[in-house]
């Protein structure tokens, strides 16, 4: 429904880009409805200070150059990531004079937005009211209401 158009990866690409990036994109994709290109994702550095950076760019013509220290640990570069391009994702839709919540807490419809963070080394969207995991990262899908053929 919603579109992300991921970095192209060649030979060379680090296996950071699947590990980490793609579950954020499937989420970015499946339930924001802004429109974001990745662009010059890179892997930067050596050993302790490695990490990545990349270019997201909205439809309207912004840019953001993100960039994320990795850990060793996916599951918290996900998350890490993950909240950095949240920040990205409600600024867009602000712009477009889209509600600035992504992605929204399905528990509490128009009040807020779910919380990057980690769970028991599992990458978790997390209710900020209530504590509760909604979702692992990478697992959203279209809020779009289902018709009933009822």
């Known amino acids: 429904m919603y579109?992300?158009?991921?970095?192209?990866?060649?030979?060379g690409t680090h296996p950071w880009f699947e590990r980490v990036l793609a579950p954020i994109l499937h989420d970015l994709g499946a339930t924001c409805a802004a429109s974001f290109e990745i662009?010059?994702?890179r892997w930067e550095g050596?050993?302790?200070s490695a990490g990545i950076s990349?270019?997201?760019?909205?439809?309207?013509?912004?840019?953001?150059?993100?960039?994320v220290v990795a850990s060793g640990k996916p599951w918290h570069d996900i998350a890490d990531t993950a909240d950095k391009v949240q920040d990205v994702a409600t600024d867009a839709l602000w712009f477009e004079g889209l509600s600035?919540?992504?992605?929204?807490?399905?528990?509490h419809?128009?009040?807020?937005?779910?919380?990057?963070?980690?769970?028991?080394?599992?990458?978790?969207?997390?209710?900020?009211?209530?504590?509760?995991?909604?979702?692992?990262?990478?697992?959203l899908s279209d809020p779009s209401p289902q018709v009933d053929s009822a």
């Open 3 to 11: 579109c992300v158009t991921e970095p192209h990866r060649d030979a």
């Open 39 to 41: 662009r010059d994702a």
């Open 100 to 107: 600035p919540v992504w992605p929204e807490c399905p528990e």
């Open 46 to 48: 050596q050993s302790i």
């Open 109 to 139: 419809p128009g009040s807020h937005a779910l919380l990057a963070t980690v769970v028991s080394e599992r990458p978790v969207w997390l209710c900020p009211a209530n504590r509760e995991v909604i979702a692992e990262i990478g697992t």
């Open 54 to 67: 990349f270019v997201i760019c909205h439809s309207l013509g912004a840019e953001k150059r993100v960039s």
